[in-house]
């Protein structure tokens, strides 16, 4: 039976067992979760059972497990290893959905008319992670699994993978491969396929600014007291200048300059700005000057506000002035740029900032680096001509703004470059209330990574 009637036959089935997965709330970020977390791993655990996939394993770890497998045919195929993660993201604000986040259901859009699934982790990273599965049992049962394949799947990607690293670098023999593959990213739109050849960085950070030793009656003291909640904000609006490029000292010393012919290539990217405004409902884009759209969220670094807060927020009124202000704030980082250089260079400013008679701390959240991957690899070919068999059409190659900590310490500690497949769209609100992936998207997801097995192993 040929790879498209295998899917065709068994699509049901598919979306039946990736709604069982999905309808686990395994939200790594929330301890509540954990037995939730440990139920997604052991659903897993036996999926890759039910596979006839080998040393099929919980492995337990300072946080959430990491589930493993692996078949291994013959120590002469090159081996794939893959990688996913079955946490999610919390689904605040709950009332912003149109459905419950943990029941996953199919409706039609003006994007998926055939239909996408909305639920929590439909896209990010459940439903891209479990095509990996379904492709390996696509392949049983059809041309056959013609490479070694090894799974890796964590529970806490979307709490920095505090743990993975550590259970990389103590289990280089079995992760042992030639290269990784993972679906984690998107494509350009539904019907123009594009493979992810750059992630950015991150470097993330709390501030916590202290003026008064407690909150004061804002009218005793107004006026005589500096208010730490003012003088944060102040301190946040000077980290821009007027061409909103970032004014730490240091902070572009390492960034990569692209050439104009780079940039050029580069523009040919399909791209509607129109579209993109209308996504997410804004009149005017924003961004470092002389900087496209398009590069401003891939090839430059940029620094964000994530959340503010202090005082009081609660309904009415109470008329004081903090004695503290908060601040999370992140920065994307790109090619050269070091996320422990960045946060130290940020922590100096901020402190060389901050006003006499008030203290600061600054905490340090996960980071992570930023990843180049090459075009003309064998992996990255055989990854074009999947996407060219399923699509019709080549896929770009395109640098990502978001970022995967990990994949650049997967390289740094197993030496071995990673195919980032995705096929998400920047519709799918991941992270957002109302998250979703296209049925087609996760059926054509199927095909094209079980193609790339067989255009990398050259049995194609």
């Given at each position: 039976m040929e790879i498209k009637s295998y899917i065709e036959n068994n699509k049901k089935k598919f979306l039946d067992e990736l709604f069982e997965l999905i309808r686990i709330p395994s939200i790594s970020a929330i301890k509540d979760y954990d037995k939730e977390l440990r139920k997604a791993a052991t659903f897993l655990k036996n999926q890759f059972d039910d596979l006839g996939l080998e040393n099929c394993e919980i492995c337990e770890t300072e946080g959430y497990p990491i589930v493993y497998a692996e078949k291994i045919k013959d120590e002469n195929l090159p081996t794939v290893l893959v990688y996913g993660h079955y946490d999610v993201q919390p689904v605040d604000p709950i009332d912003l959905w149109d459905s419950k986040p943990f029941e996953p259901i199919i409706k039609k859009t003006k994007i998926h008319p055939e239909g996408a699934i909305f639920a929590r982790g439909s896209c990010d990273d459940k439903g891209q992670m479990f095509m990996h599965l379904k492709a390996i049992e696509v392949l049983k049962n059809t041309t056959g699994i013609p490479c070694n394949i090894k799974f890796m799947i964590e529970g806490e990607e979307e709490v920095g993978s505090d743990n993975l690293e550590e259970f990389v670098r103590n289990n280089k023999e079995k992760l042992d491969c030639d290269i990784i593959l993972v679906s984690d990213t998107g494509m350009i739109d539904k019907n123009t396929p594009s493979i992810t050849t750059g992630l950015r960085g991150l470097s993330y950070l709390e501030v916590e600014l202290t003026g008064p030793n407690r909150d004061l009656h804002?009218?005793?003291?107004?006026?005589?007291?500096?208010?730490?909640?003012?003088?944060?904000?102040?301190?946040?609006?000077?980290?821009?200048?007027?061409?909103?490029?970032?004014?730490?000292?240091?902070?572009?010393?390492?960034?990569?300059?692209?050439?104009?012919?780079?940039?050029?290539?580069?523009?040919?990217?399909?791209?509607?700005?129109?579209?993109?405004?209308?996504?997410?409902?804004?009149?005017?884009?924003?961004?470092?000057?002389?900087?496209?759209?398009?590069?401003?969220?891939?090839?430059?670094?940029?620094?964000?506000?994530?959340?503010?807060?202090?005082?009081?927020?609660?309904?009415?009124?109470?008329?004081?002035?903090?004695?503290?202000?908060?601040?999370?704030?992140?920065?994307?980082?790109?090619?050269?740029?070091?996320?422990?250089?960045i946060s130290q260079l940020f922590i100096d400013h901020m402190k060389n900032i901050t006003?006499?008679?008030?203290?600061?701390?600054?905490?340090?959240?996960?980071?992570?680096?930023?990843?180049?991957?090459?075009?003309?690899?064998?992996?990255?070919?055989?990854?074009?001509?999947?996407?060219?068999?399923?699509?019709?059409?080549?896929?770009f190659a395109v640098k990502d703004g978001g970022s995967i900590p990990i994949i650049a310490q997967f390289e740094k500690i197993l030496g071995v470059k990673t195919i980032l497949m995705g096929f998400g769209l920047d519709s799918d609100a991941i992270h957002s209330p109302n998250e979703h992936f296209g049925v087609s998207n996760f059926y054509n997801g199927i095909e094209t990574i079980s193609n790339f097995y067989n255009f990398y192993s050259n049995k194609i």
């Open positions: 804002s009218g005793l003291y107004g006026g005589s007291v500096a208010n730490p909640i003012n003088s944060l904000a102040k301190m946040i609006s000077s980290l821009h200048d007027e061409n909103n490029k970032v004014t730490i000292p240091g902070f572009y010393d390492k960034v990569i300059n692209y050439s104009d012919e780079q940039r050029k290539e580069d523009d040919l990217i399909p791209f509607s700005i129109n579209e993109f405004k209308n996504s997410i409902d804004i009149d005017e884009v924003h961004g470092e000057e002389s900087y496209s759209t398009q590069e401003r969220r891939s090839i430059r670094p940029c620094l964000d506000v994530n959340g503010i807060w202090g005082g009081y927020t609660d309904e009415g009124s109470k008329t004081v002035i903090p004695s503290k202000a908060f601040a999370k704030i992140s920065m994307r980082l790109v090619s050269n740029q070091n996320s422990k250089e006003p006499a008679g008030m203290k600061i701390k600054i905490n340090e959240h996960h980071g992570g680096e930023p990843y180049i991957t090459s075009t003309n690899s064998h992996a990255y070919l055989a990854a074009s001509q999947a996407y060219e068999s399923v699509f019709n059409k080549k896929p």
